[in-house]
């Protein structure tokens, strides 16, 4: 049987996690189409086959002070009843961002600590968009010092590109290591 890899997908509200999740893994999550947030719970995509694992994307609500705990809690929980640690973070940013509020890089850091050592990879979207478009550093995202060792990708709008950043970060948690023995939460 192929090992599960079960990768969280999170960023700012709007910064396209549903419409990443659904390309990448052929799921039909419902998608924001208004100024709201529309994902309001933490949600088990579809299951793909991906590089010999079987990959479970996690889709969240907007990362923001109101929701991180309860992503987290929840994210524990699943782990557990799929019996896997997390093999990866993917943070989506929306490129198009002018400025990063110091709020969000707090949140992004204290989601990084409750989840600790799970790879991650920063992945840009809305390329496609016209505007001035600034890359960020892991720096950017997760505060200055914060010596988070992510690699930052560019979301391409295509399976293909999803496929790509999904597989980057699988290559960084070998599946021997990403298994929980017991029901209790443990994190590499
Ligand atoms: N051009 C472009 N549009 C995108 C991209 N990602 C998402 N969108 C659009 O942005 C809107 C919001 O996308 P979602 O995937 O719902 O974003 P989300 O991060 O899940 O947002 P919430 O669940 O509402 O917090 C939708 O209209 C998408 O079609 C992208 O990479 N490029
Ligand atoms: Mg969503």
Redesign the pocket.
Known sequence: MLETALILVV????????????EASGSD??????L?????KVTAAKPFELSDRRVILI????LSSDTLTKISTDVKKLCVSQKQNLAGIIY?H??LAKHIDPTSTLNAQMLKLELNQTPIVIAT?????PGQKLSPTPDDIFGEGSNVNASVEK???SQESAHKIVSGIMRRSPPAETEIHGSSWCCH
Do not use: M
């Not at 960023?11 to 659904?22: A, D, M, V």
């Not at 999550?29 to 208004?34: A, I, N, Q």
């Not at 889709?59 to 907007?62: A, H, S």
């Open positions: 960023g700012l509200t709007g910064s396209g996690r549903t419409t990443f999740i659904n999550l419902k998608v924001g189409g208004t709201k947030p529309c994902t309001a889709d969240t609500p907007g989506l929306r490129i979207t809305f390329w496609s968009k979301y391409e709008d």
